[in-house]
Every structure is written in structure tokens, then in C-alpha cells.
């Protein structure tokens, strides 16, 4: 069984660019949600995808958008990049209607 | 607005002493609580999950329960490899989605030999 992978593991940007992170689901898992994890916090809910499209959203700026594809993989896009978008950026799967995440991870931005 | 705060920040044991963690919510209809163990670089790992009062979970030296208002932790007879940070976490009831985890700060447990 293959668990949840991401991608970049690490990465650095300047303020202003834009920064596409990638998920790989677990398999058989068609739910994938993403959260951003600052330095000693806990993790903050962006957005969850089920099957391809947006279900339920954070209090997060449209400019942190995202994509599910067929296979159940994803990626969260964010534009123009601020310095307090640093941070480690977490995909977890699941099946449908339930809080048990199974979390990658991590991609750790670091925006200069 | 969903809360949860975790109490102590920070807890060092020593191996074998026992001890729990402490997690208040604030939610308006509980749809379940969760505690996941945090090692560092690493993503949040589950451990229970915790659907109304009264209600207990074990996995061998750990314990939940869950009270109306909060949730404890209990860690029996503690080892190093117990050493992460803990994180709590609910969801609403009245949300349309299942993933949207309120997170608290989380509680960093060293054991120490």
C-alpha cells in the first residue's frame, strides 16, 4: 500500500512569484485535503477536493487555489507569494466522511 | 468560530512517570474529535478518533476520553520513542466537509531516560 507522497520536499521563492505543490493520494483514497502548518503551530485547513472539485474552503485568500485529477492525485497553486506564506504545506488523503487524514509529509516553503 | 487550545505547550516526563494532555474545544455541534501524534519534519499521524462524551479509546500506552468540553490524553508508563508533539483536532458537525480539521497549538511531549 502506498501512502501519501508530495512533492517538492523543500523550496524557496521570492515575494511575488507563484509555486505549485504536488499530492499523491493513498491508494484507494478519493478525498484529498490540503493544510499550512506554520512554525510551532498546528495545522490550518485550506481546501478539500472530492472527486475533482472543491468541497469546503478555509479562510484562505483565492489566490491559493487548487486541482484534483482523475487518479485522486492533486496540486495546491498559490500566487503572488507573501513572506508569511512560509511555511510547511500538508496533503492528506481519506475516504469520504471522515476526519482520519492520513498526512504526507510536507512541503517546506520558504518564501524570501 | 471553532476553537481548540491544548494545555501545557511544552511537557517533559521522565521514563515511566506518567502524566496527560489536555485539549478544550469550542464548537457549536461536534462532529468528532481526533488526536494525532506529530514526529518532527514528519506529517501528523492519527491516533483516535472520539465521537461523543464518555467515550474512551486505547492504543497501548495512550488513552483518550472526552468529556462535553475537552479531551484528555493519558500516557501510561511513558517511553522515549513517546517523545512528539500531540495535536488535537474537531470537526463541525454543521461543516460540509469532513476534512476540515480545527486544529489546536499541540502539546510537546519529551521523555526523557
Known amino acids: 500500500e502506498t501512502g501519501v507522497t508530495q512533492s517538492p520536499t523543500h523550496l524557496i521563492k521570492t515575494r511575488g512569484q507563484q509555486v505549485t505543490l504536488r499530492c499523491s493520494s493513498q491508494?484507494?483514497?478519493?478525498?484529498v485535503s490540503w493544510y499550512q502548518q506554520a512554525l510551532g503551530q498546528g495545522p490550518q485547513f485550506i481546501f478539500q477536493?472530492?472527486?475533482?472539485?472543491?468541497?469546503g474552503r478555509g479562510n484562505f485568500p483565492p489566490r491559493f487555489s487548487g486541482l484534483q485529477f482523475p487518479n485522486y492525485s492533486s496540486e495546491l497553486n498559490v500566487n503572488a507569494l507573501e513572506l508569511d506564506d512560509s511555511a510547511l504545506y500538508l496533503c492528506?488523503?481519506?475516504?469520504?466522511?471522515?476526519?482520519?487524514?492520513?498526512f504526507g509529509e510536507g512541503s517546506r516553503l520558504t518564501v524570501l | 468560530e471553532d476553537q481548540v487550545t491544548q494545555s501545557p505547550e511544552a511537557l517533559r516526563l521522565q521514563e515511566g512517570e506518567s502524566s496527560s494532555l489536555n485539549c478544550s474545544y469550542t464548537?457549536?455541534?461536534?462532529?468528532?474529535l481526533f488526536w494525532y501524534r506529530q514526529d518532527p519534519g514528519k506529517g501528523p499521524e492519527f491516533l483516535f478518533t472520539?465521537?461523543?462524551a464518555g467515550e474512551e479509546k486505547e492504543k497501548e500506552r495512550l488513552k483518550a476520553t472526552l468529556t462535553k468540553k475537552e479531551s484528555f490524553l493519558h500516557i501510561t508508563a511513558p517511553k522515549p520513542e513517546d517523545s512528539a508533539t500531540y495535536l488535537c483536532?474537531?470537526?463541525?458537525?454543521?461543516?460540509?466537509?469532513?476534512?476540515?480539521?480545527?486544529f489546536g497549538q499541540g502539546t510537546i511531549l519529551t521523555v526523557h531516560p
Open positions: 477536493y472530492y472527486r475533482e472539485e472543491e468541497n
Open positions: 491508494s484507494g483514497h478519493n478525498t
Open positions: 492528506a488523503s481519506s475516504l469520504p466522511r471522515t476526519g482520519e487524514l492520513f
Open positions: 472520539l465521537y461523543s
Open positions: 464548537v457549536s455541534g461536534l462532529r468528532g
Open positions: 483536532a474537531v470537526v463541525n458537525a454543521g461543516g460540509t466537509s469532513y476534512g476540515k480539521l480545527t
